[in-house]
């Protein structure tokens, strides 16, 4: 048992763990769930006392109902670019923690690559798809290569930063026992820049929807992005707000899973023992 | 008391590199300023340590101490001058002395009981015998209870104590200790002391101490060096003529008082000279 938690017993167990946990969350954030809730109501209510027409903006309750109707191409739709994102986050991942790492070690290699990884941001990517859809084919890889241009990026500045952002005593503390290049980025470098990492990793995982969605528009008939075009030209806008609700959804998933994956791999920040 | 102008480097060179445990000839460090001129950090400094010996130097901010202890650590290449241990010369070799800071730097994401056993493990130490000795040395001296915790989670005075754990478990016989309690406590750092110079007594290495403190460089150690102001050379050498092991109620003896007065005389003349100097390194340049 962890002693410096505090003094009232609780009961063991997953079931309520899991309620303790909600209940936690519902304390910390209950103030974005009112605005969220009142955004929403608001938005029913405008549009209907106002008889906004359904092609020009939805009632909330449209988009919901349009949500369940849908639901099942809807999740088919999900598989697909969640297939994307999944593929492309961690190919951009790991483009973007390789350049960092091999930049950290070699000042030649940072001078040479790092205007040239800033340049390829310049690149605006809606525009680059459509070439690589030529290039690539009709296929899942120019989704997979946008969406690591755009992941790729946050990754190897924030993970630069951590890498070369150690302490220069801890340096040579390392250097006086004759700790090996390697020995010392396996137990100083790369340990310190893991919040950075997660940093740029949360950046990287919500834009990677982005991506997937600018891909789907230029080079698929499957997906999320996909699905809003062909919605958007049948005049379904509930069905268009519907893909919209399901993509922020996605967005902010995948944004926690990174925390997730963050507070297991970096357990120091939060625990007093190994 | 004598005077280090008796030393002659020239002849004691080859006698004097193979009597000492460590012995430091004639090393003295330039860096190259901003500007590009050069920039004195460390001036002629000439330096016997007998084996076992517990040595601290005394000096002002910025006198080039900790330029010394890194050109024996072989971190820094001296201007002039080498670096002699066990007779072999060793200048620029890293990995034969045991370096302490004034910070901890444990590492954080390793728990009380993998950075004890760090230099072992770096030095080809596998992890588990490594950690097996930590885990011996940490419950020899108290520190049991938090093998597995985390650094956060101790009090200074405990992450000096796992410092120095690390540094012994090292294995040298040459130990660095640079303010190694200097961002501790007075009480603290009075209790370190004593528990150091317990630790000391077992293991019996050489031991180069640097501090601000007159009184804990006088009752640490066998010999004390005072260093001039920037660029640092060794003004004054004094012998401590106190009987082993120290006690508390040595601490307001006639000796000590009167070894303290004439110590911290001569370092207050040079921490004068220092506050009246324009230019000082960055860590940087210290570094480089």
Redesign the interface.
Known sequence: MNVLAHDRMRPAGVRSRVWRNSARVIRHYWLALIIFLAFMGLWEALTRLLNVPRYVLPSVSAILSAMNVDRDNLIAQTGVTLQEIALGFVCGVAAGMLLAVAMAHSKTLERGLYPIIIASQAVPVPAIASPLVIWLGYNILPKVVVIVLIVFFPIVVNEFVGLTGV????L????????SRW?VFW??RF??S?PFLFAGAKLAATYSVIGAVFGEWVGSDQGLGAYLLQQNANLRIDRVFADIFVLSALGVLLFILTGVVEYFT?P?RH???? | MTNSAAWSSSAATASGAATYKVYIDGVSKSFTGPAGGDVPALGKVSVGLRDGEFVTVVGPSGCGKSTLF?II???VLPSTGRVYMDGTDVTGR??L?G?M?Q?D?L?????VV?NVA??LE??GVRPAVAREQGRALLRRYGLGDFE???P??LSGGMRQRVALMRTLL?AKDVLLLDEPFGALDAQTRFIMQQWLLDVWQENKRTILFITHDVDEAIFLSDRVFIMSSRPGTIKEECEVPLERPRTLDMLTRPTFTAVKARLFALLHDESMRTLTQQDTLS??ER?A
């Open positions: 302490d220069p005593e801890l040579n503390l390392m250097r006086s026992m004759s700790a020995k137990n100083v340990p310190s893991l970096t120091w625990r007093t023992t190994k | 890194n650590a072989g971190l890293t990995g002395v370096y800071l910070k730097l590492l954080p994401w390793k728990s993998e760090l230099g770096l030095a597995r915790h985390y956060h989670a090292y860590a940087a570094y």
